[in-house]
């Protein structure tokens, strides 16, 4: 047989992964050491990122109740200094904008109507309380809850019924359902009253009637002194996804009254969406640096394992040049030892990752908020690294000759 007959050695990828294993695995104790620092980077990465964002989403959650995402809509004045009305389809406008939750109308009721604990005093001898009108949507809308008693359904909207903001229910002296006030020279009956509402000035202040009753029994064809129409539209209160307040308020005047958006008054109850918006964005960045931190340890820990394997391994290495193996063999098979220790590393990581998140929200009472980009992605991450931390030690065993491994074996 001559030179020219030799072809070259091949070897097939199951052969390279059986050799990478028998390599791991010949030094258990080595690779179980070398799997923890790769597993405790994983384990870190989805840990702190889970915390991180049980954390966030809490943080986040108290700053929606805070407000930052409920805005309003009232109507604006003209150059005369006249209120112009909303038109009556401005809510259903509005709850067509993708990311609004709940929108839900205050509407005006004319200004002499008031609301009494009794018809025995005379008018002129008490001032009244605040009276306006609402639909089913509003505590949603104002993310207000009852103290006691019920908001309107569709049913009692269209009676002679009230819920009071809670101020307005200890102004009146009301403990207790069905105790009755007198309103527009009739008696209705208390169904609901309020807890305190931060965000909505005046709610806590108001009297609520059912809009229907409103609209059919009370209001009257004429404008009160502020210009505004009783059964118009006093205020719209919105509220969107968390995070979207800033891209809904700019087109909300617009959706409102498309013939006069210069005249529509829109603002946000709180202050909180660009702080929001803020502690999202350094959160996230906070969480993604301590993750690369983790990460950049356990592939330290696999290069410096893998590095040493090659000084031990020198013998086999020459030996395996000697009988003919390629090069990229050799340098295949130390990438593929790197993998295994990446792969075993990221199996137990992920699985310490997301107990230890679930452990940390049970204790804090928070619900566990993983991103499952952190969990897809961790494997991904980790044979990335494996590769990485693989290459140069895999370089290094390639540039060793047959005599000189067997040399300084």
Not at 236 to 259: D, E, M, S
Request: charged share 15%.
């Amino acid at each position: 047989m001559s030179i020219s007959d030799l072809r070259p050695i091949r070897i097939r990828i199951r052969d390279l992964l059986d050799d990478a294993t028998a390599g791991t695995w010949a030094r258990p104790l080595r690779t179980v050491l070398s799997s923890i620092g790769i597993a405790i980077g994983i384990a870190a990465l989805v840990a702190i990122t889970g915390v991180a964002g049980s954390n966030k989403a809490q943080y986040l959650n108290e700053l929606d109740r805070m407000g930052a995402n409920l805005l309003t809509v009232e109507p604006g004045k003209d150059t005369n200094d006249k209120t112009v009305p909303l038109p009556a389809t401005a809510l259903e406008m509005i709850e067509r904008i993708a990311p609004v939750t709940n929108a839900a109308a205050v509407y005006a009721v004319p200004s002499t109507v008031r609301a009494y604990r009794t018809d025995r005093v005379p008018i002129n001898q008490t001032r009244g309380l605040l009276v306006q009108a609402a639909g089913p949507g509003l505590p949603a809308a104002i993310d207000a809850d009852l103290a006691w008693g019920q908001w309107f359904s569709n049913a009692s909207r269209i009676l002679p019924t009230v819920v009071l903001g809670s101020q307005a229910a200890t102004a009146l002296g009301i403990a207790y359902p069905g105790q009755r006030i007198w309103v527009a020279d009739q008696w209705h009956s208390v169904i609901g009253v309020l807890h305190p509402v931060v965000l909505a000035d005046g709610i806590d202040h108001a009297v609520f009637l059912g809009d229907d009753w409103a609209r059919d029994t009370i209001w009257r064809q004429f404008t009160d002194a502020t210009g505004a129409t009783p059964g118009s539209i006093a205020t719209i209160y919105v509220n969107t996804h968390p995070g979207t307040a800033a891209q809904v308020r700019p087109v909300l005047a617009g959706t409102a009254n498309p013939a006069a958006p210069q005249y529509v008054g829109v603002s946000q109850l709180s202050d909180y969406a660009d702080v929001r918006e803020l502690a999202d964005t350094s959160l996230t960045n906070l969480a993604t640096a301590l993750a690369a931190i983790a990460l950049l340890i356990g592939g330290v820990g696999i290069a410096n394992t893998m590095i040493v394997s090659v000084v031990e391994r020198r013998g086999e290495i020459g030996l395996r040049l000697a009988l003919g193996a390629r090069r990229t063999h050799i340098a295949t098979q130390f990438i593929f030892e790197a993998l295994t220790l990446a792969a075993i590393g990221a199996t137990v990581g992920i699985s310490i990752g997301v107990l230890a998140t679930i452990g940390y929200a049970a204790v804090n009472a928070q619900a566990a908020a993983l991103p499952i980009t952190a969990v897809v992605a961790a494997p991904a991450l980790a044979l990335t690294v494996g590769i990485i931390a693989g290459a140069y030690p895999a370089w290094r065993a390639t540039r060793l000759t047959p005599n000189e491994a067997l040399r300084t074996a």
